[in-house]
């Protein structure tokens, strides 16, 4: 990695390439092939040309295809708020890396929720970009009309540097409090009270109010980004089927659902897209931000039976392309932090951060 000096660290997933380094997004049937790669993905030279450095990569699900931050090849990277629960994937090593102090700033990608949820289940920030925003060449693929790049840092400061480092010039825009969130009620997910009450604790703390925006459509939007996730990644990742002996069983099993995706549900599902699109920008045409919760349940047991959707309130902004920040909140009665998402206008990352620093400043 990159020698001493006194730039920022910067820790990169090893879904992003780092000339030198092989990049094998976490699973031997990547890695058995992987050359080093040529050159920095553009998102990391540009941070190298500001005077970053390199750490190190960082751990993550196999192929970026799972939410919980379970990998049996690579290991589980410790969540530092509660080693027993998962530490949120598919990021893990990128939100752990900056939550244990080991890396200033780290570049996650963020598919259905990669960036958001480890950020929320270890208690940092975590900025999903948005689409298109940010140059995926260089990037493992998995569903490319979903993927992103983004940031994370234990605050807020350390996501907008990041934002600087991959595109320089970024620069926050000013925002004062008074404005009226919206505040997302989504239809058909059980939120763990606690985290709810969590997030509007946290508006009426940093002085905004807000007003309730049940969305009834959240189901099918969901549903949409579950589709995309299986048909692209399917096309993206079928060719490696053939070495099934190099994944892990229920890894193969996602990419052979992802078969089952025909062109008609393809169809049905990018229609659904622009108009959960066409829906959250009618909505942010009356807001400034929108809030809702990042994840609807504590992070779970490693090991424990209980299901957990870790996805259901972040993968519908991957539909849309909107930018969401996720921000640890304090929880009433439960050491682990609730986490508050805002979601922005397309392009509108400068507003996110300043929306959320206002926040992060009130909670201090």
């Not at 539909?319 to 609730?338: E, F, M, Y």
């Amino acid at each position: 990695m990159d020698a001493p000096g006194d730039g920022p660290r910067l820790a990169v997933k090893d879904a992003i390439d780092v000339a030198g380094v092989p990049t094998t997004a976490a699973c031997p049937v990547i890695g058995d092939r992987a050359e080093p790669a040529a050159v920095d993905a553009p998102c990391v030279a540009a941070a190298r040309a500001q005077g970053a450095r390199i750490v190190g990569k960082t751990n993550l699900t196999e192929l970026c295809r799972a939410a919980d931050g379970i990998n049996p090849w690579t290991g589980v990277p410790v969540n530092p708020v509660d080693p027993e629960r998962v530490p949120g994937g598919s990021s893990s090593g990128s939100a752990v890396a900056v939550a244990n102090g080991e890396a200033d700033v780290a570049l996650g990608t963020d598919t259905g929720g990669s960036v958001r949820i480890p950020a929320a289940c270890c208690g940092v920030v975590g900025l999903k970009t948005t689409h298109g925003r940010v140059s995926l060449e260089g990037v493992f693929p998995f569903a490319p009309s979903l993927d992103t790049v983004g940031p994370l840092g234990p605050d807020v400061a350390a996501v907008a540097l990041g934002m600087r480092l991959i595109e320089p010039g970024f620069t926050s825009e000013p925002y004062g409090p008074g404005a009226v969130v919206g505040r997302l009620r989504p239809g058909g997910v059980a939120v763990d009270p606690v985290f709810d009450a969590a997030v509007d604790a946290a508006l009426r703390a940093a002085g905004l109010t807000f007003a309730d925006e049940p969305v009834d459509a959240w189901q099918e939007a969901l549903s949409a980004g579950n589709t995309l996730i299986l048909g692209e990644g399917h096309r993206e990742h079928r060719g490696l089927l053939a070495y099934p002996d190099r994944m892990s069983s229920r890894i193969r099993r996602r990419i052979e659902r992802g078969a089952s995706v025909t062109d008609g549900m393809f169809d049905e599902a990018y229609t659904t897209g622009v108009a959960t699109r066409d829906l959250f920008d009618k909505l942010l045409a009356r807001y400034p931000v929108l809030a809702l919760p990042t994840i609807s349940q504590p992070p779970p047991r490693i090991g424990g039976e209980r299901e957990v959707d870790l996805t259901e309130l972040t993968l519908p902004f991957n539909l849309s392309g909107h930018p969401a920040l996720a921000l640890p909140v304090p929880a009433a009665g439960t050491d682990l932090p609730a986490s508050l998402q805002l979601v922005g206008p397309a392009g509108g990352e400068e507003r996110l951060l300043a929306v959320g620093a206002m926040i992060e400043a009130a909670l201090r």
